[in-house]
């Protein structure tokens, strides 16, 4: 997809949010991070890096820890990887206008049964590219809020919706997850947030 959307849809003489460099930028382990994000409707944006962009969904309920639970997460336009630090205020009548902090970072592997042998990153980013291609990517986070094995899945009513749901681990669990509502990066919650000096 690469990033020309994500381009299109913001102006970055008004926006913080980061351009993303010419260059893709990779990270030694894949990362993923879930931002919230208090635009004109409430949701959380679950992204997983691959390829050097951070692949997106927006997820209006935000995820969850119990099984059987299954929130629905809309495949938006790839974010630069730079994005996975963004946290502030969106200005008002730019895209996505509202607060973002980031709620949930951490590392993500393919899922291999419960045992993560991919010691080959190219092998790992080939069966998280194959996966998601067919509409049914399981994945393992660690993250300091998430944890444990997931699976995004397509619908078959809308390419574009999918959804997002726990696999029976020992980390899955009936708490509210969503209760644990302050920043990775600054520990603020969302409406604490203030605009910083340009
Ligand atoms: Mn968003």
New binding site residues.
Partial sequence: MGLQRYREKRDFRATPEPRGGKRALVSARRRFVI?K?A?RRL?Y?FRLELDGVLKSW?VPQGPSLELGDKRLAVE?EDHPFDYASFEGIIPEKQY?AGN?IVWDCGVYSPDEGQQYSFSNRAEAEERVRTELANGNLSFFLRGEKLKGSFALVRTTSDPRQWLLLKHKDRFANTGDVLSYNHSLLSGAVLDELTATPE
Avoid: F
Wanted: aromatic share 0%; proline share 0%.
């Fill in positions: 931002q994000h635009a949701h944006d927006a938006v996505g973002v």
